[in-house]
């Protein structure tokens, strides 16, 4: 089966720029994560989907972060204004409903803000 | 809620070494308990899981993992490295009936010829 797809690779941007991810799980995968990793430490949850509606979005930080997910398929998530600290990878991940069969990771977008 | 520890930061061993990556985790119960790994630039791929039953799971590329519910772990082995081997590796834990999965820190493993 074809794995989480997600783009850009890589995104320099100065601050207070905006960016945006995308992200396409796997085929038939109802729930949908954007982690942000920072170097050095393990992935944060940013914000947990099912279908098309948010389930978790406690850790997004909502003054510059959103994210959507309409038609309950790809995934958008838009950072606007970028801050320094805002460099990272971010991650999406998809799995079938309930995450016990464990979770399909895309490979990530690099974010640098300079 | 519940946590995970991976105390060793980096780890190095020789190719054909074996090697034991430590995961503690802090939960009332037993949680669902997975081993990720993520090579440079690549995103995470699950090497193994454990929800119940046999304590010793076993995974994709060689590895193992050994849940002991007496000392709240669940270590990574394999019996004998390979370069390739190199990459992050992270534990991470599930309550049951959550979605949500809790990452640990990451253990780096470098991997000398």
């Known amino acids: 089966e074809a794995g989480v797809a997600q783009s850009p690779r890589y995104k320099i941007i100065e601050k207070r720029q905006s960016v945006a991810f995308w992200c396409n799980p796997i085929?038939?995968?109802?729930?949908l994560y954007w982690y942000q990793q920072i170097l050095g430490q393990g992935p944060k949850l940013l914000i947990q989907?099912?279908?098309?509606?948010?389930?978790?979005d406690s850790q997004l930080p909502k003054d510059r972060f959103s994210a959507e997910r309409l038609k309950g398929v790809d995934s958008t998530l838009k950072i606007q204004p970028a801050k320094l600290e805002d460099s990272a990878v971010y991650l999406c991940?998809?799995?079938?409903?309930?995450?016990?069969?464990?979770?399909?990771f895309g490979s990530g977008t690099r974010l640098t803000v300079v | 809620a519940q946590s995970v520890t991976q105390p060793d930061i980096h780890i190095t061993v020789s190719e054909g070494a074996s090697l034991e990556l430590r995961c503690n985790y802090s939960?009332?119960?037993?949680?669902?308990l997975f081993w990720y790994v993520q090579s440079p630039g690549q995103g995470l791929q699950l090497l193994l899981k454990y929800f119940s039953g046999d304590t010793l799971v076993q995974g994709i590329k060689g590895f193992e993992a050994e849940f002991k519910r007496s000392q709240s772990s669940f270590n990574l082995r394999k019996p004998s490295v390979h370069w390739s081997d190199a990459a992050e590796y992270f534990c991470?834990?599930?309550?049951?009936?959550?979605?949500?999965?809790?990452f640990g820190r990451g253990t780096s493993l470098i991997v000398h010829p």
């Open positions: 989907f099912q279908n098309n509606g948010v389930v978790d």
């Open positions: 939960y009332g119960a037993t949680p669902y």
């Open positions: 991470a834990v599930l309550a049951p009936g959550s979605y949500i999965p809790t």
């Open positions: 085929s038939g995968h109802a729930t």
């Open positions: 991940a998809s799995s079938p409903e309930g995450g016990e069969g464990g979770y399909t």
